[in-house]
């Protein structure tokens, strides 16, 4: 026991450790994002006044990669309230890049009006008059670029927060019930312990809420600050639009699921007997807390499924295959009312040649029986799956 809580230790420390880079590089690229619309948004304020340009230069740089990165720099003076000033930044954006063809536009722009001796458009900041530059347009093509690094970095190095802390919650509530009932795997689970199961659809409703909230929560700001700014839209300001548009389908499927938990999130599966004996017929109740409006019936279906976790990392994944199913229909004229609720009685004959639930695992590999219960009604339908505790063991 001891063992395996310093290997669990031993992997939560070093899942922390993996998940800092991607959240250092999340950071880093909200923080230049937030800087750079906010630094737009700002000099939409700032005062035009012609400038002559003294000096404008391509430059450019290789990659070891063989990539080239441009950035168009600019040597220009303007007049302010009598006063000669000079200025430098041609953008608003900072360093060399490829994102697009910015730096090379700017450089011909520019260059061409410097040839021709023709003043170009300086955007002073009245509050520093010795701020300026030749461009303030927001580049959203790189917008897009670095929001994307932001989330998806981000993003995942949040998730392998969320996990490892999660995932030590249980492991402690695990911990806990492995000592309170050796050898009975069927009241390791809270919900067995207290001769339920529980709806496992209804767990995931709140990282998916929260995720979508953020994404929204990022995304939509940003892009009203994209288009705030008069001009036609721009690829890169189209193509940002995406970003919106996952979080509107991410809060849909959010918002879905929430309905479908504050109308069905109270159905639990009563079993007469724990845990459910192979060889011997599983009785129980599927309470719902409503009354059912399904001239279809509720379609049960009980399964056995194996899963096996091959690979680590990015090469992890879950293979699993149904061992033994059974379906069935629960007719309206079967169920019964008590109070609120509706009754749907639950009877399924356990082959005695089948295998055992895996006891509850941290990584969800091997065996593991499920109730799965779907109803059409007005609304958001019934979908629930319940996993259920299927052991050769007395019952308690």
Not at 69 to 80: G, P, Q, R
Not at 154 to 170: C, S
Request: charged share 20%; glycine share 10%; proline share 6%.
């Amino acid at each position: 026991m001891s063992g395996s809580s310093d290997t669990a230790g031993s992997g939560n420390g070093l899942a922390l450790l993996f998940s800092l880079p991607f959240l250092l590089i999340g950071v880093i690229m909200g923080t230049m994002v937030f800087a750079t619309v906010r630094d737009t948004w700002k000099a939409r304020a700032w005062v035009e006044v012609p400038a002559t340009l003294d000096r404008v230069e391509l430059k450019t740089q290789r990659g070891s990669k063989g990539s080239t990165t441009f950035l168009v720099v600019a040597a220009y003076h303007y007049s302010w309230q009598g006063r000669t000033l000079r200025g430098q930044r041609v953008s608003l954006h900072d360093g060399f890049d490829n994102v697009g063809s910015f730096h090379e536009d700017q450089f011909r722009r520019l260059d061409a009006a410097r040839e021709a001796g023709t003043p170009v458009t300086a955007y002073v900041d009245p509050a520093d008059p010795t701020s300026a530059v030749l461009s303030r347009q927001l580049r959203a093509e790189l917008v897009v670029f670095k929001t994307f690094f932001m989330l998806a970095f981000g993003g995942f190095g949040a998730g392998i927060l969320a996990t490892v802390f999660v995932g030590a919650r249980k492991a402690k509530a695990l911990a806990a019930s492995r000592t309170r009932h050796p050898g009975r795997p069927w009241l390791w689970r809270p919900d067995w312990e207290r001769g339920e199961v529980h709806d496992d659809t209804t767990t995931s409703v709140a990282p998916l809420a929260a995720f979508a909230a953020v994404w929204c929560g990022v995304s939509f700001p940003v892009l009203y600050l994209v288009l705030a700014p008069a001009g036609p839209l721009t690829g890169g300001a189209l193509l940002f639009m995406l970003f919106p548009i996952t979080g509107v389908l991410l809060a849909g499927v959010a918002i879905f699921r929430v309905i479908r938990r504050l109308k069905f999130g109270g159905t639990v599966l009563k079993l007469a007997r724990m845990p459910v004996v192979p060889g011997a017929r599983m009785e129980g109740e599927l309470r719902v807390p409503m009354a059912l409006d399904a001239a279809d019936g509720v379609h049960l279906v009980v399964r056995c499924v194996g899963r096996e976790v091959r690979g680590t990392g990015k090469q992890r994944q879950v293979v699993q295959a149904t061992l033994w199913e059974t379906a069935m229909v629960s007719p309206p004229s079967s169920w019964r009312r008590r109070g609120d609720a509706t009754v749907v009685a639950v009877a399924v004959d356990i082959p005695a040649n089948a295998e055992s639930s895996s006891a509850p695992s941290d990584d969800g590999s091997g065996v593991v029986w499920q109730l799965e219960a779907r109803a059409e009604v007005p609304g958001v339908n019934l979908g629930s799956v319940f996993t259920l505790p299927v052991f050769r063991g007395p019952s308690p």
